[in-house]
């Protein structure tokens, strides 16, 4: 039978496309759009009908399309005012893409036809994906909030295209995730949250096709309730599938989610969606000199308005669809600080308060990137704690420590305790701090050792694109060498990074690869590099490496003093404290040691209940001679295997740039 549709039968309770028995609703919110079509897609991607939708007084357009169910392909056109230099880009010729559009038929594609202004355009249906209708859906999830101890930052692309176990066409899609050597690999090392790049459906920058390059990792989302294609091939389900196999496993998963900007640019940009729609619901704009300008918070070209009820809905329910239908347990906010602004950032904002309010997503684990390049955009502390936070004032502190910055051992004693200066308050804990010292945008931690610039030739922009401050150093010779003396130098610095990383206070997380040595060939950011600089080379990790990363993160969990998620206060019960930091000549540090601007070696005694480690922090470039506490002592773990550890006459010779930590025996 002919699809036709029902009048005013049209339902305003559910945005997108909900199929029932009578038909499909399709729902859609525009404040300024002076008419809404659905057009239906045959398997040719001929449009085959075009219904205009019912105006409703809630903004939403909505009707019953009978005789259509799931599985139909379609999408939506709008019509209104086109005035560009006011904020409108109405054009019907341009075909759009559902907000709330659970599976796309394909990935998106530039094309300058889908920046043509309207008196120039041309029927865009041809290049933009087509929204795929949705069945009944899957059985609720039922994610259970579980502390993470240890955060594993993966692109799925990069992570599984090379992986020897992964079959060719599951190479850089979610369903490789599930391959049992690559799950194997998180419990060996002891993750249990993995924490997966963008998955929601992206398109290039504009300067990229141009160059032969491609965006790798995902941060230019259009369509926030889609999986990507090229990550999920076969639809969203394949997403539900992985995270059910990971909490078999004990794993979490959480996505990195993009709700500060899209990838329809600034006004010469894509119409793709939400521009063609609505862009003043769901853009923030300025007026200057009686033109309106899209505002870029984010250096992306737009910023998304979300202290807009259309916006806020958006964002809540694509959540809610992510844990409720898909099985993830959390999401990792990137630049969190744009949910909060209106337009400055306001803690108290409205979009922050339904998040920690929401029953689905109030349990869910919440991690915030607390800042983003706009005015007063740097938001560090301030999520409360419902939220973890990155916190990039560690990976600051303790790289400068180890890269042998003077005047940083008071920094270091901060770091490694848990940031108490900016967690410790609102009742929040070290654990609301995630500690990284690389991460996807900057160097990996074998490139943090061997670079001291940035090498982003590869990206086409003459290596002006990327972080110049990297605190890096590259120990004696520039990238990549055959000199062996180097290469132990780089790998002992690495392990003694790690080692202050897991034997920190706080939440470690690390990104793929780096307990495996990976490089990026000092590429600091490869976000358009699909290729060998980021895809995880398997067949060349360090195998030693990825042991003693395993091996510090079970240290880590078995011993509460290390691990115990409670601020240290250098005070304690029957005259035992929580910590002590020691001088290497045994003595409690004194105010003039703290302020000593080349010290570089220190101790961390730390004690919960009948457990005892004592760390050494020994950056120097010889070996040190510490003098320990009294009693006896034996190794517990070192970042250096190549070197001995003596401990004689109550005193530990630290190996050189190395990290060792003590217990008692028993």
């Not at 009707?63 to 560009?84: H, K, M, Q, S, T």
């Not at 704690?385 to 790289?399: M, P």
């Not at 005892?612 to 250096?640: C, H, K, T």
Request: charged letters at 25%; aromatic letters at 8%.
């Amino acid at each position: 039978m002919k699809p036709e549709l029902v009048p005013h039968a049209g339902r305003t309770d559910q945005l997108g496309a909900v199929a029932s028995a009578e038909g499909v609703n399709f729902a859609v919110y525009s404040e300024s759009a002076s008419a809404i079509w659905v057009c239906l897609f045959d398997e040719q991607d001929k449009e085959i009908d075009r219904f205009e939708l019912d105006v409703h007084k809630d903004n939403v357009h909505a009707g019953l399309i009978a005789n259509v169910g799931p599985g139909a392909r379609y999408g939506l056109r709008a019509d209104g005012r086109y005035d560009p230099d006011q904020g409108y880009f109405f054009d019907p010729n341009k075909l759009l893409v559902d907000p709330y559009a659970r599976h796309l038929d394909r990935v998106f594609v530039r094309s300058p036809r889908l920046r043509l202004p309207r008196e120039d355009a041309v029927d865009t249906a041809e290049l933009v994906p087509k929204a795929i209708v949705p069945g009944g859906g899957n059985e609720p999830a039922h994610p259970r909030k579980k502390a993470p101890s240890l955060y594993y930052e993966v692109n799925v692309r990069g992570f599984t295209m090379r992986h020897p176990s992964v079959q060719g066409p599951l190479r850089g899609t979610v369903a490789a995730l599930t391959t049992r050597r690559v799950i194997d690999h998180f419990k060996y090392l002891g993750v249990d949250t993995v924490q997966l790049m963008p998955t929601a459906a992206w398109i290039d920058e504009g300067h990229l096709p141009a160059l032969g390059l491609t965006n790798a990792w995902g941060y230019n989302p259009v369509a926030y309730f889609a999986v990507d294609p090229r990550l999920a091939p076969r639809g969203p389900q394949e997403m539900r599938v992985m995270t059910d196999a990971y909490r078999k496993a004990g794993i979490s998963v959480i996505l990195d989610v993009v709700y500060n900007h899209t990838g329809e640019g600034d006004s010469q940009g894509p119409i793709l969606s939400m521009m063609g729609l609505d862009p003043q619901t769901y853009y923030r704009f300025v007026e200057v000199d009686g033109k309106k300008h899209l505002v870029n918070d984010t250096g992306t070209g737009n910023t998304l308005r979300c202290d807009h009820p259309a916006v806020q809905r958006l964002v809540i329910e694509s959540l809610r669809y992510y844990v409720e239908e898909l099985g993830v347990s959390g999401f990792r906010f990137d630049l969190a600080t744009v949910l909060g602004r209106n337009p400055g950032f306001d803690p108290e904002a409205e979009m922050l308060k339904k998040i920690k309010a929401d029953p689905v997503l109030s349990k869910a684990i919440l991690v915030a990137e607390p800042w983003d390049p706009g005015p007063g955009g740097y938001g560090l502390g301030k999520f409360g704690k419902e939220f973890a936070e990155h916190n990039d004032t560690y990976r600051d502190e303790i790289r400068g420590f180890w890269k042998g910055e003077s005047g940083k051992i008071g920094a270091l004693a901060g770091k490694v305790s848990g940031s108490a200066e900016i967690f410790d308050v609102s009742g929040r804990k070290p654990s609301n701090g995630v500690n990284m010292l690389a991460v996807h945008d900057g160097f990996t931690l074998r490139d943090l050792v061997s670079y001291h610039d940035k090498h982003n030739e590869a990206n086409g922009e003459n290596n002006r694109d990327g972080h110049n401050h990297n605190s890096s150093w590259n120990c004696g010779v520039e990238g990549e060498t055959e000199d062996e003396a180097i290469n132990a130098a780089r790998r002992r610095d690495v392990r003694a990074l790690l080692a202050t990383l897991f034997l920190s206070r706080g939440t470690p997380l690390i990104q793929q690869g780096d307990e495996m040595y990976r490089t990026q060939q000092g590429n600091n950011n490869a976000y358009a590099q699909d290729n060998e600089i980021t895809w995880v080379d398997w067949e060349s990790a360090d195998g030693a490496l990825v042991d003693f990363v395993a091996a510090i993160n079970a240290f880590r969990k078995a011993h509460p003093a290390v691990s115990h998620d409670h601020w240290l206060t250098g005070q304690g019960r029957n005259e035992v404290r929580d910590v002590v930091w020691l001088h290497p000549d045994g003595r409690e540090m004194t105010e003039g040691d703290w302020n000593e601007s080349g010290a570089s070696v220190l101790g961390m005694h730390l004690r919960h209940k009948e457990d005892d480690v004592l760390v050494w922090f020994n950056r120097r470039i010889e070996p040190v001679v510490a003098r320990l506490p009294e009693g006896e002592w034996m190794l517990g773990i070192q970042s250096d295997p190549g070197s001995d550890v003596p401990l004689t006459e109550g005193t530990a010779t630290l190996p050189p740039r190395s990290v060792v930590a003590l217990v008692r025996p028993g």
